[in-house]
């Protein structure tokens, strides 16, 4: 079964860090661009960064500087570490596909960034 499952998600101070991760199983990972997305209530689900299969790196300007994403292709793994969270960091962060397929959104991992 195609799946990406991401992790790593909490509540943490602004000026903190986390470090997200997102698994994924039943796909060809290594061959796929993959991105990190965020959504708070009421809002469209948003890019943050994203990283081809040769680990080129893109980033929306509000990650830009601050978050950095990198994959692990032996465990089938993307990470986003994030740096220096700012309040307005906080929704749900999802991993999947770039472009995104609707089959692989799942629960995605809460992020709350306290002021």
């Known amino acids: 079964q195609e799946r990406l499952v991401e992790s790593g998600g909490g509540l943490v101070q602004a000026g903190g860090s986390l470090r997200l991760s997102c698994t994924a199983s039943?796909?060809?990972?290594?061959?796929?661009?993959l991105g990190w997305y965020r959504q708070t209530p009421g809002m469209r689900r948003e890019f943050v960064a994203r990283?081809?299969?040769?680990?080129?790196?893109n980033y929306a300007d509000s990650a830009a500087g601050r978050f950095t994403i990198s994959r692990d292709n032996a465990t089938n793994t993307i990470h986003l570490q994030m740096n220096n969270l700012k309040p307005e960091d906080t929704a749900v962060y999802y991993c999947?596909?770039?472009?995104?397929?609707?089959?692989?959104w799942g629960q995605g991992t809460q992020v709350t960034v306290s002021s």
């Open positions: 999947n596909t770039w472009a995104p397929l609707d089959r692989f």
């Open positions: 990283i081809t299969r040769i680990g080129s790196a």
């Open positions: 039943g796909i060809v990972f290594s061959r796929l661009t």
